[in-house]
Every structure is written in C-alpha cells, then in structure tokens.
C-alpha cells in the first residue's frame, strides 16, 4: 500500500520515511499542504496519509477538510501528526475528517498499529465496494426478466423486443446468468417418452 507523508520537518520526515520503508510501505513524501492535496486528489493517489498539523499553506486540517468536501473516487484514510496533545485539538482535527492521530514525538509501535489500522479500514472499504458493484451487476440481470414476456401459448417460444422468437433456455441464458442441463420431467416422460418406446419396441418385434 502506498502512504503520503506530509511533514515539513526534515527528521521527522526521514523517520517516518524509514519506518514506513521497512514495513513495506511504498512512501511518498511532500513537504507542504498543497503539494499533499496535489498527490491525494489525483485518481490514482495513495489512500492513506499522515498529515502534520502544522505545515506551511494548507496544515493538516485545511487538507482532511479538502479531501472530505471533495468527491474523490476511493477511500481515504487521514492520521494527523501533531505536537498539540490537548483534547480541543484532537476534537478539532476529527471535526476536520481525520480518522486518527499521533502525537509526537511519537513511538514506532504505536506508529505502526495506527497505521495497520487504517490500511484493514481501507481495505475492507475496498472489498466492500467491489461487493456493491457485483450486487448492482447481478440486481441488473436480474431486472433484465421482469416485466410482461410474450409467450407462444403452443411452442412456448418468447419474443423478444426485435420481434423474434427463442426457445425459453436459449432466452433466459442470454438475459441471465445461468445455464441449463437438460432432463425429461416424469410426466412428459409417461405422456411423451414411454409412449416412444414402447412404440419403437412393438416395431422392432413386428420386423
């Protein structure tokens, strides 16, 4: 999973640069509010970013708020990093749209779960989407069969809206998913079936 930094602080920076480097997170790095805005509007933009609070342009909040006014086309998970530990901060920065928060001078392990935590929050968005949209496909071929089908009374064909006419299996394969086998119900076979053969076996004793 790729991870946006942006911290204008060098250190900073370079340690969370390392971490996430040895974690096996792909990284990129800006040093403002704007260029981070830039990386994360883009389409193909990373889902998940450690922001800190105080930047120059745009800090921290001003880029969860952007991101959260906007209809971007994925998930986004937002952890602020900030020095300002007091709880109206915090509250402010979630009201902003972040998810989460880290406060410096933060400890690796807690680092690492926060940002663990945001890559299964984004993940399962992700699965759920891709959930809804196979729903919505399977809803629509469902849709597909509803509604007034003609059908011959004799043959059994339908038509169709050009105005031919399909075998019932080769009709509903073509506007569902599925497919048929075929068999013999017992009662064409005793009206139908039975009748044949054993017709075809009086002929055979007859010759």
């Known amino acids: 999973m790729r991870v946006l930094i942006a911290e204008d602080d060098a250190v900073s920076s370079k340690l969370l640069q390392t971490l996430l480097a040895e974690w096996n997170y792909e990284v990129i790095v800006t040093e403002n509010g704007e260029d981070a805005w830039e990386v994360l509007k883009q ?28 209809q971007l086309n994925r998930m986004m998970y937002l952890i602020l990093l900030t020095r300002l530990g007091k709880k109206d901060y915090i509250v402010k920065g979630l009201e902003a749209g972040a998810d989460d928060y880290l406060a410096k001078p933060f400890h690796p392990a807690e680092l690492r779960a926060r940002v663990q935590s945001g890559e299964r929050v984004v993940r399962l968005e992700r699965e759920l989407r891709e959930r ?9 071929k469902v849709k597909q069969l509803q509604g007034l089908i003609p ?8 038509r169709d809206d050009q105005d031919y006419w399909h075998q019932v299996d080769a009709y509903v394969a073509k506007h569902a998913d599925v497919q048929f086998s075929h068999g013999i119900c017992p009662t ?7 009748p044949q053969i054993e017709q075809a076996k009086s002929d055979n004793d007859e010759k």
Do not use: F, H, T
């Open 151 to 158: 059908i011959c009374s004799w043959c059994k064909k339908i």
């Open 188 to 194: 064409c076979y005793e009206e139908v079936m039975k």
């Open 132 to 140: 809804v949209v196979e729903l919505e496909d399977a809803l629509g």
């Open 43 to 70: 389409d193909d933009g990373p889902s998940l970013a450690i922001l800190d609070w105080l930047m120059p342009g745009l800090d921290g909040p001003q880029v969860c708020r952007k991101v959260r006014g906007n």
